[in-house]
Every structure is written in structure tokens, then in C-alpha cells.
């Protein structure tokens, strides 16, 4: 399966990266590559391409969207298929 996944930083830049996997959900995908970043407190996500969303200081984190809907699930249980592609949106409050 091949997969893109944009990452939307605080500044509005974004950065692409596509992978090539065998994986049936994200989160594998997205820890194995080192794209994300599991918070040492909580064990979720909390940095995306080296950028940490911090919500004591701008409740920052970091949206899920498939295509360009947002997500119901996070990243360790979102499916993934041949051609999908997902973003990463740093987000406030």
C-alpha cells in the first residue's frame, strides 16, 4: 500500500511524505517511520515532524483528517488502504 500523509504545522506550512507499506492501521505506520512522536505522559502522539502541540501553553494538538474529513478514530485504529491520504493539523484549543 502506498500512503501520503501531509503534516499542517503551527505556521500553516506543510510537508508531504509518502510510504510504502504493509501495515493495516496508521499509527504503525506513523511510529515506525518516526513521523510521530508518542508523549511520554499521556502515551499518545504529541509531535508531529518534530513539532510538539503542547495545550498548557496554546492547547495545541494535532488533528487527524482523512482526506479531508476529519477523523473518528486516532491514528492507532484509523485503517489504512492503496492511494490513501491523511493530514496531520496542528491545532488550537
Known amino acids: 500500500k502506498t500512503i501520503t500523509v501531509t503534516v499542517v504545522h503551527k505556521d ?6 509518502t510510504y510504502q ?3 493495516d492501521f496508521l ?3 506513523l511510529y515506525a517511520e518516526g513521523l510521530i512522536v508518542e508523549s511520554a ?4 502522539f504529541d509531535t ?8 498548557n501553553v496554546d492547547q495545541g494538538w494535532w488533528k ?6 476529519e477523523s473518528m478514530t486516532g491514528v492507532d ?10 493530514k496531520l493539523v496542528y491545532t488550537c484549543g
Open 77 to 86: 485504529t484509523t485503517p489504512i488502504n492503496d492511494g490513501d491520504s491523511f
Open 48 to 55: 508531529a515532524d518534530g513539532e510538539k502541540a503542547d495545550w
Open 41 to 44: 505522559s499521556s502515551g499518545m
Open 12 to 17: 500553516g506550512t506543510a510537508k508531504e511524505f
Open 64 to 69: 487527524l483528517l482523512v482526506g479531508e474529513k
Open 27 to 29: 499509527g504503525a505506520v
Open 21 to 23: 507499506t504493509n501495515e
